[in-house]
């Protein structure tokens, strides 16, 4: 979960100066529009900061002296200064809101890049789903935070510098209320906020456990009646609650108190420049337009004060971010890139002495593995969860490298495969059945874009999918959803296993492919399979003992070694594993 | 400005493909839907005029009667909030018009200083007009000086406290408003989230099983959020802009009618403006949105089938997609932020334009005679005030619309059938005998399609029912009916001969232990989660059930033991350890009914064969309902049900089934084929 630090921990560690450098490498494609947005800025805040001069002017030499002339030539020029500033304040946010985009649009780029670059080890060690949000949520802040650093963090500054220098043109006798008023509300609103930051943090904590509990209860409601723990839910969410409305109040008292201590803060300021400036007035040390002028700048600084501060406040949420953004940048691809090699003319997969660990971990997943699929056959691969099937079965389209050994084929390391050649070769049916957004020939087509529609649906005929997608009304172009969650388990295992034929690789890898059919499905689906993948490498993750036992040589793994190898007949002879993996499968799985 | 950091609760929805289905569902499914979160747009996403793109509400106003009905339990302290604001209001609107009167005073000391001391006014006045300078004679006549004499400091200080002390009055007033809403809104939103969940433990299952599962989620926390950030934010800042609107724009009359009618150009200007840049900034927010979806869409498409992109050899033409909806992207926020970043200068232009032409006119007419410079430098300020809160209602305006949008999704759920009022004529002994009797029992979401028809059947204590038969044939909706999860509508089902529809849901529901696929767990200890089963379950009872049922062993393993904490997701424990723990549970709540539904999804093998043993320690001397899938559990059941549309085709043991060759040996023989020899060689291997 993303939480809000508070200010000690960012400014104690160099999450600022992460954020710094992220921005600032990433600005330098932009410095012309950069230098734009400043130029700009510039002159729209010292227009906005003449104003009151030239209001202060029309009140000494216009009003006092009764000269409208002066009142009306005034106001014309006034009318000019409002125009530039008004078209350089656009002008600076355009350039400002273009920076900020394009440079989010980059950063998007970029991780998106980087993500495909990594190889699937360095994904899973993120983890896909902070990845996706790093490639938005996170991009998003940063972006945002640049965008308002465009728009006020340049005007910001400038106004409270120019607002000083022209309060003190003015009267330098009356200076000392800047220097009172402005760390005064600086130290207000700033204390409020440091108060506020934890507090958010903490609301934020209950929201999560409010709407986690609630989110349990809908997904166990069928666990919660059954147990009758309706009342038991209702205690455990009202406590939930409570905590909630409790530390919400809590902010709710700190926020209100933020609004009428700057009104107050700005008032006295006020009411401090009438009386001591109409002192000073009175003593002839200070026209009265410039009490009216001075007046209007202190507001301006304490207003940019003001905004000064709010905007440190979007600063620790964005330097996690571009902290988990820095992150993905640096991450080393594990995968070196390929040398490139003749695509090979045979097709039998070899691993010799293969070990493969995950990073940290303290037990190698694969420990010096070595076996031949060859072609024409079906090699089975079985073993409990967590024996290495699966990461076996990654290795060969090169979704990771191993640490010691090789993996051939046709007489070829993989590592010399470029990926097109890679997916030329292999066809992989992965373990959890994933479809894209699209439609079901889009989907088929994912392997081989420019197969025809024969060949689609003898895929479909093959991986027993025809029916199905023939009774749709749209037949192949049926929407199929992100995910292919539209679709039941066993249809996405079929499409999945269609869109595999439809590549026509040399190799099919089967992970676990067979799971979600019913038992009848499964059978006529490997019948037909057989035929399709005549003369093809056919290697098989399964479960099933009717899936195992037709294949022409089984592999058995055992934390991550091969303990056994042979027909399935050869190995409930003489392999305990096997056998022991058998019986617990001797089931009718599928009947329902 | 600061609004409460909705953006982190935006967590990952999940959408669920709803339908009948949806009790015979896929965990695969769903485990695939928490990865791919719903895109909820953020407070980051930089929408400054209202956050959330406005869902439009289908009926705007009987909603939006309904949400301020909530307010309606806190009437009387919610009038003295707008009384209090109102108050405020008027005092702060007053102040200005003062703080003018002391320019004057200061101003008159100045010219009054200049003038020579002791000479009638009258005088001097008349000495300006001979001079020629009739502007300023007009000036003078019209100013309350004493020539001479310099700034009245007595009257000066005399205004200044008066303002001060409005002001604070005011300040404190809206601090005590705001104080007394903070805790009003609260009560109310603590209320309506109570409401919710009583509700929730309301309705039938049926309205779960039928609805989207991250739909109903969102409705139940985001859209309070939402609703939480509305009645908190925009009722008050409502009520406070309009009033401030129509203080400032009395006060603007009362100083100067000429002058207001100036400024009030100024008016019909900024809503243009207002209007204008923000329909159109709305429109490119919602484009902005929409392209943030669909490139959100690639990239969780992207990272979620990577080894598939990868083995397929896609890169090129992912990272091709990626970079065009990512150039759209650019351009739809670029676009967004440019125009609602041109409301604020826009708006500042107007109000400059006005403060030039109010400094302008009103410096003539100071200079002319026809006004104080007090008054004028006040009707400034005024015009200054005027157009930020017609800014800020526009900004509201928005939070109301979505917030009431929120609010009639919500409401929705409120509104929805609850289950049937409980019979609970009939009493059961604590623990029954789990006799179970089906009596013609029909049932179907919609009578033209019964997924029950005509079922008969009687269990008897203590005894193994096996259900099999292909998905879809209505195995887990018999169980259903059993847990009265839906009521029956045809037949009756008697349980210890009585009918369950004359019990309490909670009676019959308490006689039964369930065991589902999906191996629910809440967040929590595992000792926490055991004990679900039998809240007064002592320590040394849970370590005993966990036994029982081959918990104990790998709960021992764990660096926390009984208290490791399980989260919803798994993690700390395996799928196949989830499905221990929901077996203990059942276990030590001891029913006298027990449901099981085995695995049908692959888990470890030894773990599995923990599960098979700890089911089987959960039957001993219990009814059960098991939908089986394992032969073994088959072939020891008492009775087998096989299922086929909704109907019970054949029912008996195994031997008589296979000796009848129908259905069941159908099945067998094709999950089989040649099953029986595996059977027997297995059977020889064992020996």
């Known amino acids: 979960m993303f939480v809000t630090p508070s200010f000690k921990d960012i400014f104690e560690s160099n999450l600022v100066l992460k954020l710094l450098r992220l921005s600032i490498s990433h600005a330098k494609p932009y410095k012309a529009w950069i230098a ?81 670059a990594l190889g699937a080890l360095d994904v899973s060690h993120f983890g896909t789903a902070t990845l996706i949000t790093r490639n938005t949520n996170d991009v998003q802040q940063v972006q945002m935070l640049l965008l308002m650093a465009l728009n006020f963090m340049v005007s910001t500054p400038i106004m409270c510098i120019g607002g000083i220098i022209m309060a003190l043109r003015e009267d330098v006798g009356l200076s000392w209320l800047v220097w009172v008023s402005v760390p005064l509300l600086f130290a207000v609103v700033g204390f409020l906020v ?18 986690g509990v609630l989110r349990e209860q809908i997904t166990g409601i069928r666990v919660i009646r059954a147990f009758v723990r309706e009342d038991y839910e209702a205690g455990r969410y009202r406590d939930a609650n409570l905590a909630l409305t409790k530390v919400s109040v809590k902010v709710g008292n700190l926020f209100v108190l933020m609004f009428p201590v700057i009104m107050m803060i700005l008032h006295l300021a006020t009411a401090a420049v009438l009386w001591f400036g109409g002192h000073r007035v009175d003593a002839g040390q200070m026209q009265i337009g410039s009490l009216t002028a001075f007046l209007q700048y202190l507001l301006q600084i304490l207003v940019a004060v003001m905004m000064g501060v709010f905007m440190v406040m979007m600063i620790p949420r964005a330097a996690i971010s571009a902290e988990r953004l820095d992150e993905v940048f640096s991450a080393e691809p594990s995968l070196a890139v390929p040398v490139g090699a003749d695509q090979p003319e045979r097709h039998e997969v070899e691993f010799s002495a293969v070990s493969f660990g995950y990073p940290g971990a303290e037990r190698p997943v694969l420990n010096n593995v070595s076996f031949t699929a060859r072609e024409g056959q079906t090699t089975a691969i079985v073993g409990s969860t967590g024996s290495g099937k699966s990461t076996l079965l990654n290795l060969i389209p090169r979704l990771f490298d191993p640490q010691a050994g090789t993996v051939r084929i046709g007489g070829v390391e993989v590592s010399e495969l470029s990926r097109s050649q890679m997916a030329e070769l292999v066809g992989l049916v992965p373990q959890k059945p994933y479809l894209f957004s699209g439609t079901v020939a889009s989907n088929l087509k994912f392997g081989r874009p420019d197969a025809g529609d024969d060949e689609l649906w003898e895929a479909l005929r093959v991986a027993q999918a025809k029916d199905f997608v023939d009774g749709k009304p749209h037949r192949l172009n049926t ?33 676990d492919s067979f799971s979600a059919l019913d038992v009848a499905t499964d059978q006529r689906l490997r019948e037909s399979l057989a035929d399709a993948t005549t003369g093809a490498t056919v290697i098989i993750v399964a479960q099933r003992v009717s899936t195992i036992r037709e294949a022409d040589h089984i592999i058995v793994l055992d934390g991550g070694e091969v303990v056994g190898a042979g027909t399935h007949e050869e190995l409930l002879e003489s392999n305990a594993t096997y056998r022991e993996i058998v019986e617990s499968q001797l089931s009718v799985e599928g009947a329902g | ?18 339908s009948k289905e949806t009790a015979e569902r896929d965990a695969e499914a769903q485990a695939l839907e928490e990865l791919v979160p719903e895109y ?23 909603s939006v009667k309904r949400l301020v009905g909530l307010l309606r339990p806190e009437s009387a302290q919610f009038s003295l909030v707008v009384v209090l604001v109102t108050v405020s209001v008027v005092m702060t609107v007053i102040a200005p018009k003062i703080l003018g009167a002391a320019m004057d005073v200061i101003f008159n000391g100045v010219i009054g200083s200049r003038l020579p001391q002791g000479v009638p006014l009258e005088t001097l006045v008349a000495a300006q007009r001979a001079a020629g300078n009739e502007q300023f004679a007009d000036m003078l006549a019209k100013a309350n000086m004493v020539p001479g004499a310099g700034i009245d400091f007595v009257e000066l200080s005399r205004l200044i406290v008066i303002v001060l002390v409005l002001y604070m009055v005011a300040s404190t007033l809206v601090w005590l408003q705001g104080y007394l809403l903070n805790a009003l809104v609260m009560r109310v939103v603590y209320k309506l989230r109570e409401d919710i969940e009583r509700k929730l433990n309301r309705l039938p299952l049926g309205y779960f099983d039928t609805r989207q599962r991250g739909d109903l989620m969102s409705r139940v926390t985001n859209d309070v959020d939402n609703i939480q950030a509305a009645l908190q934010q925009a009722f008050s800042q409502l009520v406070q802009s309009a009033l401030t609107v129509l203080g400032i724009g009395v006060m603007m009359f009362i100083v100067s009618w000429q002058l207001a009618l100036i400024a009030l150009i100024a008016l019909p200007l900024s809503a243009v403006i207002a209007g204008v840049i923000g329909s159109r900034s709305q429109k490119l927010f919602a484009a902005q949105w929409k392209h943030t979806g669909s490139l959100n869409g690639h990239v969780e498409e992207t990272f979620s089938g990577l080894e598939l992109v990868r083995a397929y050899g896609r890169d090129t033409e992912m990272l091709a997609e990626f970079d065009e909806r990512n150039e759209h992207l650019f351009k739809a926020s670029f676009g967004a932020q440019f125009v609602s970043g041109m409301i604020m200068p826009a708006m500042a232009f107007v109000s400059y334009l006005s403060y030039v032409l109010v400094a302008v006119v009103g410096g003539v007419r100071v200079a002319t005679g026809q006004m104080t410079l007090g008054d004028a430098t006040a009707f400034i300020q005024y015009s200054r005030e005027f157009s930020q809160p017609i800014g800020e209602m526009a900004g509201i305006a928005n939070m109301i619309q979505s917030g009431v949008a929120s609010a009639e999704r919500t409401f929705e759920i409120l509104d929805a059938d609850e289950q049937d009022a409980e019979e609970d004529s009939e009493l059961l002994p604590a623990r029954t005998d789990g006799h179970v009797r089906f009596e013609n029992v029909s049932f179907g979401y919609a009578p033209e399609t019964p997924l029950i028809r005509d079922v008969s059947f009687t269990v008897e204590p203590g005894q193994t029912v096996a259900i099999v038969g292909p998905t879809g044939a209505g195995k887990t909706t018999l169980v259903n009916l059993v847990m009265r999860f839906y009521e029956v509508t045809g037949g009756r ?58 918990v104990d062993k790998f709960v021992r393993q764990l660096p926390d033991g009984y208290d490791t904490v399980v989260d919803a997701d798994g993690g700390t424990v395996s799928a196949g350890e989830r499905q221990l723990l929901t077996i203990a549970r059942a276990f030590i709540a001891s029913p006298s009914l027990l449901i099981l539904d085995e695995a049908t999804s692959s888990v470890d093998t030894r773990t599995e064969l923990l599960v098979q043993h700890a089911m089987a320690a959960l039957r001993t001397d219990r009814t059960s309902f098991v939908i089986a899938h394992r032969l073994s559990t088959i072939r020891d059941a008492h009775t087998i049900l096989v299922m086929e549309d909704g109907d019970i085709v054949e029912h008996g043991n195994h031997e008589q089934l296979l000796a009848h060759r129908g259905a069941y040996y159908k099945l067998y023989m094709t999950q089989f084929q040649g099953g029986r020899d595996l059977d027997e060689e297995m059977a020889a291997e064992a020996h």
């Open chain 2, 40 to 62: 909820t747009p953020t407070e980051a996403d930089g929408d400054m005029f209202g956050g959330t793109p406005a869902k439009k509400a289908e009926h705007f106003w009987p």
């Open chain 2, 493 to 550: 089902i008697l349980l210890d001969g009585v009918d369950t529809r004359e019990l309490s849901r909670e009676q019959v529901r308490s006689q039964v232990g369930m065991v589902l696929q999906d191996a629910w767990l809440f967040e929590g200890t595992i000792r926490e989660n055991i004990r679900y089963g039998r809240l007064d379950a002592t320590d040394e009872e849970i370590v005993a059930a966990a036994k029982a049922t081959m």
């Open chain 1, 36 to 116: 734009a947005v400043i130029v700009l800025q510039l002159i729209s805040t010292v227009a906005a900061l003449y104003l009151p001069t030239l209001n202060a002017r029309i009140i000494d030499e216009g009003i006092a002296k009764g000269d409208t002339d002066f009142i009306w030539s005034t106001g014309v020029t006034m009318v000019v200064v409002c125009f530039i500033q008004v078209i350089s304040a656009i002008g600076g946010i355009y350039f400002g809101a273009r920076t900020a985009m394009a440079i989010g649009r980059d950063l998007r780029r970029e991780v998106y890049y980087r993500v495909n």
């Open chain 1, 479 to 511: 929407p199929i959803a992100q995910g292919g969650i539209n679709v039941s388990g066993g249809q996405r295992q079929r499409l999945c296993i269609a869109r595999a034929l439809a590549a026509r690789p040399r190799i099919y890898l089967f992970d």
């Open chain 2, 1 to 18: 400005m600061m609004r409460k950091n909705k953006a982190e609760s935006s967590t990952a929805e999940s959408s669920t493909a709803g």
């Open chain 1, 194 to 211: 440091v108060k506020l930051l934890p507090l958010f943090r903490e609301m934020q904590d209950r929201i999560d456990t409010v709407n």
